[in-house]
């Protein structure tokens, strides 16, 4: 059974910059792309960034030129490198294989954007 524990999220003001990490269990991790979800209040989970398992990423155009998706295939952690954040970044992040996620999530960071 595959786990996914994501951590990194926080309180911050607008401009500023966080990491988020993802640690999933399980050999799946190597094999498969990975990607960020989030999910705001009152609205639908979407996709944030992918990365395969050799390193292709694609991002939302939300999410271009500010946030940057990479993996460490030995440590099966993907992380989220997220500068110049706004006040609608503010959501529960996730992360999940894709393009198929699997049907247990994680528990999810929180990011706060606000001044």
């Known amino acids: 059974q595959v786990q996914l524990v994501e951590s990194g999220g926080g309180l911050v003001q607008p401009g500023r910059s966080l990491r988020l990490s993802c640690v999933a269990s399980?050999?799946?991790?190597?094999?498969?792309?990975m990607g960020w979800y989030r999910q705001s209040p009152g609205k639908q989970r979407e996709l944030v960034a992918t990365?395969?398992?050799?390193?292709?990423?694609t991002y939302a155009t939300s999410a271009k030129g500010r946030f940057t998706i990479s993996r460490d295939n030995a440590k099966n952690t993907v992380y989220l490198q997220m500068n110049s954040l706004k006040p609608e970044d503010t959501a529960v992040y996730y992360c999940?294989?894709?393009?198929?996620?699997?049907?247990?999530w994680g528990q999810g960071t929180l990011v706060t954007v606000s001044s």
């Open positions: 999940n294989t894709w393009p198929r996620p699997r049907n247990t």
């Open positions: 990365i395969t398992n050799i390193g292709v990423t």
């Open positions: 399980g050999s799946i991790f190597k094999s498969n792309a």
